[in-house]
């Protein structure tokens, strides 16, 4: 699987983890290291806590868009009382 979007991360990485796990059955009691561009490495213990490093920063996101809408959603049912009562004020 690509990455085709922001929502596609964790799943990717989920699928990295799988096949990085069936890797490391047959090196055991070896691990596969994954060298980086930078020149250091990264074990499959690493990258799950990258994932849910990931999935955490994610879930925030999602819980924050989620009370900016349900906070939206209150301004607008004050500001219909509001106009309702200016309506009847004038």
Known sequence: MAITSNASYIPTM?????????CNAPLSPDDLVVRLPTNTTRTLAQFTTLRNTVQTAQNEVQNTLAALEIARGN???????LMDHFAIFT
């Open 14 to 22: 989920n699928e990295f983890i799988a096949h990085w796990a069936q």
């Open 75 to 81: 301004i607008y049912l004050k500001k219909v009382a």
